[in-house]
């Protein structure tokens, strides 16, 4: 039996597809789940509630992984790169707060970690950054339809317009960290 302890991150780069598309492709990681947090609204949120802008949700994945394969630094640093960190509540043609670039941190350490990390991406972008950073509240799990959606719908225009350039991007930038 393992005695693995695993670790979760939380983050939200505009549409949980593409977040969720890219972290599937890292060594290291055991399980992406597509969701919802940072909001306030009352009671488990549907997708039509987050689209509209009012529950004050992000779309986010919750990464579950292994440290003593990645780090959640590294983590932090191919979620930084492989969205546009640098825009407010937009990504792409993905607008609303619903889309905004956050880090919700599960501990101190990890809020800690962060905030070094957020420093370091201020330097390779000539823009500010603007990624939110803020302690995870209640993370809802996104309808099932949402989960594995790039592996499930990959020829769907969507995938092949706006997450096939995200997975490139991910594969030049760290190809080190991919699984073979």
Known sequence: MSNIKMETATVGGGCFWCTEAVFQEVKGVHKVISGYTGGSAPGRPTYREICSGLTGHAEVVQITFDPSIISYEDILIIFMTTHDPTTLNRQGADTGTQYRSVIYYHNDEQQKKAKIIL???????????????SPLG????????????????????????????KLAKLRKLHADKLIN
Do not use: R, S, W
């Open 119 to 133: 420093g370091e991406m201020e330097t390779i972008y000539e823009k500010p950054i603007v990624t939110e950073l």
């Open 138 to 165: 209640i993370f809802y799990d996104a309808e099932d339809y949402h989960q594995d959606y790039y592996k499930n719908n990959t020829d769907q225009g969507y995938c092949q317009v706006v997450i096939n350039p």
